[in-house]
């Protein structure tokens, strides 16, 4: 039987990667179109000479981008250029832990920041060092080229973000072969425009790197008021403390969440980004709210 792993889809045909690390150009079977079933970028498949056969159960399934079984989400956010933004980061870290993957975060063009002011940036994030990797990176000194090298061995990596946060540069910076478009900060609007549109495994080091297009906004169409809390994985923590068992941590009394921001146990920033994304949900139409 042969199987493999899709890792490109472009018109309608998919690169299949076999065990042999042999490349194979696939349709999928016309009976997938009736069972609903699309095979996508990520999927363990059996396939003939010509077809993809059957499309094995995904470990997890990313909407955005079309992407399955992805061990590792490489948060890409830029220290500069575009600016550093905590809400942006918060967001995208709910929505990654909301697809129940961990996300790594870069910080990237560390370069563009004098001593104190990356100082002030670490020490910020050392917050978010209790629950996730941070690894601070410039594609100019090379500084922590090894560390995302190291992390990404091995797994089928994505990278995320911000457009214009340095993420086709990342792989460009590991491996100049790849030459992959990056693009000029536009200085007019000081934010990069799209320049990466389809989705695609790169092979390396034994495991996967997929870029992928950054977004300007984000929305957060799968996320319902109940279940925000779980993707904050700090608030979760504190939350079995909390006098309700329902606690939003906005209004309650006996929050520990409240307790711990007033004892400066909790970034200011990641509170007010809570409450952000927490309003941002509920304000949504309830056609987009799945707990209506
Ligand atoms: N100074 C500096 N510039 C960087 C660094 N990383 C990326 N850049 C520049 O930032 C711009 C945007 O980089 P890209 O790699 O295209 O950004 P992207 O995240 O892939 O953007 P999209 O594909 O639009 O989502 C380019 O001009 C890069 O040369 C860095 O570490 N330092
Ligand atoms: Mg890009
Ligand atoms: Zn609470």
């Given at each position: 039987m042969n199987k493999g792993r899709i890792i490109k889809l472009v018109g309608g045909l998919y690169t299949v990667l076999d065990q042999h690390n042999k490349r194979h150009t696939l349709k999928p079977l016309g009976v997938f179109r009736h069972k609903n079933i699309k095979p996508k970028v990520g999927d363990i498949v059996e396939f003939n000479e010509d077809s993809i056969t059957k499309v094995d159960e995904r470990i997890n399934d990313l909407y955005r981008p079309l992407i399955a079984n992805v061990d590792q989400v490489l948060l890409v956010n830029s220290a500069k250029d575009p600016n550093f933004s905590f809400l942006l980061l918060d967001k995208f870290v709910t929505l990654i832990e909301s697809n129940h993957i961990k996300p790594v975060i870069i910080v990237t063009k560390i370069d563009l920041l004098n001593k104190d002011e990356l100082e002030k940036l670490k020490d910020k994030l050392s917050?978010?060092?209790?629950?996730?990797?941070?690894?601070?990176?410039?594609?100019?000194?090379?500084?922590?080229l090894e560390s995302i090298k190291d992390i990404t061995k091995n797994k089928v990596n994505v990278l995320a973000g911000q457009t214009g946060a340095g993420k086709s540069t990342i792989l460009n910076t590991i491996n100049p072969n790849l030459e992959i478009r990056t693009n000029q900060i536009s200085k007019a609007l000081g934010r990069g425009k799209h320049t990466t549109r389809h989705v695609e495994l790169i092979e390396f080091g034994q495991g996967f790197i997929a870029?992928?297009?950054?977004?300007?906004?984000?929305?957060f169409k799968e996320m319902t008021l109940e279940n925000i809390k779980y993707y904050f994985v700090d608030f979760f923590e504190l939350s079995h403390?909390?006098?309700?068992?329902?606690?939003?941590?906005?209004?309650?009394?006996?929050?520990?969440?409240?307790?711990?921001?007033?004892?400066?146990n909790?970034?200011?920033?990641?509170?007010?980004?809570y409450l952000h994304i927490y309003n941002e949900v509920k304000a949504m139409k309830p056609m987009y709210r799945r707990d209506k």
């Amino acid at each position: 039987m042969n199987k493999g792993r899709i890792i490109k889809l472009v018109g309608g045909l998919y690169t299949v990667l076999d065990q042999h690390n042999k490349r194979h150009t696939l349709k999928p079977l016309g009976v997938f179109r009736h069972k609903n079933i699309k095979p996508k970028v990520g999927d363990i498949v059996e396939f003939n000479e010509d077809s993809i056969t059957k499309v094995d159960e995904r470990i997890n399934d990313l909407y955005r981008p079309l992407i399955a079984n992805v061990d590792q989400v490489l948060l890409v956010n830029s220290a500069k250029d575009p600016n550093f933004s905590f809400l942006l980061l918060d967001k995208f870290v709910t929505l990654i832990e909301s697809n129940h993957i961990k996300p790594v975060i870069i910080v990237t063009k560390i370069d563009l920041l004098n001593k104190d002011e990356l100082e002030k940036l670490k020490d910020k994030l050392s917050y978010y060092r209790k629950f996730y990797e941070i690894i601070y990176f410039s594609s100019i000194t090379k500084e922590n080229l090894e560390s995302i090298k190291d992390i990404t061995k091995n797994k089928v990596n994505v990278l995320a973000g911000q457009t214009g946060a340095g993420k086709s540069t990342i792989l460009n910076t590991i491996n100049p072969n790849l030459e992959i478009r990056t693009n000029q900060i536009s200085k007019a609007l000081g934010r990069g425009k799209h320049t990466t549109r389809h989705v695609e495994l790169i092979e390396f080091g034994q495991g996967f790197i997929a870029d992928t297009p950054g977004f300007s906004s984000l929305e957060f169409k799968e996320m319902t008021l109940e279940n925000i809390k779980y993707y904050f994985v700090d608030f979760f923590e504190l939350s079995h403390q909390c006098k309700f068992n329902e606690c939003t941590h906005i209004h309650e009394p006996g929050c520990e969440v409240k307790k711990q921001l007033e004892k400066g146990n909790i970034l200011q920033e990641r509170y007010d980004d809570y409450l952000h994304i927490y309003n941002e949900v509920k304000a949504m139409k309830p056609m987009y709210r799945r707990d209506k």
